[in-house]
């Protein structure tokens, strides 16, 4: 088939066009698919659809079924064919007899023209041939009724030169049309730069919020493999303890279960002996002969003064079988408060933070080791240079803050009665009474004073209850669930308090160190420093 009989099959009978996006009706004609659903909507007033091409009625409006070979066919053509000259709808008003494409419109005729009638149409100046269109009236005054030649830049209106010089526009600044036109396309370019520029910026936000929902979702398959492994452990262990919980009660089961059958056979070896006195003293009783009944052993001597003994260590077995070994199977059931220990340490597996000090934050009356890990309070000025983030007194904080995740860090302190350990918000002031841990609602710690333990935030003080003797501590923070909690590091590990709060910014980790006067017999003052480890 030649390239202009495969054209002509590939053409829209609605728009003349060369197919996009092809449907077929029920009745076998195709049609693009925009074109045919604008037929339709026309045709849903009268409730009447028919096939643009056979006329053929439809009682409902027929579905589209999408013509895949068709397509693939209308676009190996446009492929294949990349001169071919797409068939515009704009159809040659002179051409009456058969449909012909207008390759031309003339504003002044208001018409338009195919190849043919183009060329004998007329040359005058005053014919202004443009691009196929359909609202040519569009293109002249309403008012004279001229082809708009320039644009009104005050009124920002396409105008005729009537307009420009005896009409509403007179003594306005004019331009012609090509030149307006140009002008803004100069100021489109520049907003389609600046559009191009944000959604840039916008595309990449979207690839790092991507970015951090892929992360979010790899952390969270993390967490949920590691909760698993965790849970499956924990039934591990419990099934092992219920296993040997139950073996001992099955063991004292079978200990005491031999032990009454021991005495069952004694008990049945007396019965039998006792069935035997019975017996020879009711024939002693039934004698007539009165010498006969007096020639016999007393009744005394039948019972033995032993066996009597041996029912006191019957009756002590007895009493002694009564009931399980529940010390035996407490301690094993104990087992439980070592696995409940486990969970808690499970709870926070994302592994100790990495915490380091950071000197820039230390205090000058604070000592800071070469690991970075140590705080020790110091009456030697370590001379650091003077820097806004700088705590005047006792204090330093951590370099790495957190924003997100769940984290927990350990910390050891000396004997020494005074300090404070906690975590805070880089804007926390460094200056002042209120600039240590607790005493600010930028701050959260636990404070030994003496022998008290408390928690602190915002100045709001609450006294631990029970006794605390380890000197080992572990801060957990959840910063998502907005919890921080404080743990005293024994065995089992032991909870102390957990403050919640919506977190706004990083934490760090904080440490407070003080100093204690000591003065001796005859009144010499010196001080005792305390002293804080990062044990992660």
Not at 404 to 426: A, F, N, Q, T
Not at 473 to 500: K, V
């Amino acid at each position: 088939m030649a390239s202009a009989d495969l054209k002509d099959e590939l053409l829209c009978s609605i728009c003349l066009c060369i197919f996009k996006d092809p449907v077929m009706l029920r009745c076998g004609h195709n049609f693009c698919r925009v074109c045919i659903d604008r037929v339709l909507d026309t045709q849903d007033e009268s409730g009447v659809y028919t096939c643009p091409e056979c006329r053929e009625e439809f009682q409902e409006r027929p579905a589209l079924m999408k013509n895949i070979n068709l397509h693939n066919v209308a676009e190996h053509f446009l492929f294949t064919q990349p001169d071919t000259v797409e068939i515009s709808g704009i159809l040659c008003t002179y051409c009456v007899d058969s449909p012909v494409p207008a390759v031309k419109s003339c504003l002044h005729c208001e018409a338009s023209l195919c190849e043919k009638h183009l060329r004998v149409h007329s040359k005058s100046s005053e014919h202004v041939l443009s691009d196929p269109s359909t609202s040519l009236e569009n293109r002249k005054c309403s008012v004279h009724k001229k082809i708009l030649e320039y644009y009104c830049t005050k009124d920002s209106a396409c105008i005729c030169v009537s307009c420009s010089l005896a009409g509403e526009h007179n003594g306005h600044q004019v331009m012609v049309l090509d030149e307006a036109s140009e002008k803004k396309k100069g100021k489109m370019r520049n907003i389609f730069q600046k559009l191009t520029t944000k959604r840039e910026e916008t595309e990449e936000r979207v690839q790092n919020l991507e970015e951090r929902r892929r992360n979010a979702q790899g952390k969270g398959s993390g967490k949920a493999e590691r909760v698993t492994v965790l849970f499956t452990d924990i039934r591990r262990k419990l099934d092992d303890l219920e296993k040997r919980v139950l073996n001992e009660i099955s063991k004292q089961e079978n200990e005491e279960s031999i032990l009454l059958s021991a005495l069952m056979k004694k008990l049945e070896i007396k019965k039998d002996e006792l069935s035997g006195k019975m017996r020879h003293i009711e024939e002693i009783c039934n004698m007539t002969d009165p010498l006969t009944v007096l020639q016999e052993p007393d009744t005394g001597d039948l019972c033995d003064p032993e066996e009597e003994g041996g029912d006191e260590d019957i009756n002590r077995c007895l009493h002694d079988v009564d009931d399980l070994d529940v010390a035996v199977i407490s301690d094993k059931l104990h087992t439980l408060c070592d696995i409940i220990t486990d969970i808690r340490r499970g709870i926070y597996m994302e592994g100790p933070g990495d915490i380091l000090l950071d000197v820039n934050t230390a205090a000058n009356n604070v000592l800071i080791s070469d690991d970075l890990k140590t705080a020790t309070g110091t009456q030697n000025n370590q001379n650091r240079p003077e820097r806004a983030e700088r705590f005047q007194d006792y204090q330093v904080m951590s370099s790495r803050g957190f924003t997100s995740g769940r984290h927990y860090w350990d910390v050891e302190s000396s004997r020494l009665e005074i300090w404070r350990v906690g975590m805070c918000y880089p804007s926390i002031d460094r200056r002042g009474g209120q600039s240590y841990i607790g005493d600010n609602n930028k701050s959260w710690g636990l404070r030994r004073y003496g022998n008290q333990y408390l928690v602190i935030h915002n100045k709001k003080e609450i006294q631990l209850p029970d006794k605390i003797s380890s000197k080992k501590f572990r801060i957990c923070l959840d910063y998502e669930a907005g919890q921080l909690s404080f743990y005293e590091l024994c065995d089992p590990i032991r909870h102390l308090h957990t403050f919640t709060s919506t977190f706004t910014e990083p934490l760090h980790a904080a440490l407070c160190v003080f100093r204690k006067q000591i003065m001796d017999y005859y009144g010499n003052i010196s001080y005792q420093y305390s002293s804080l480890k990062i044990n992660n």
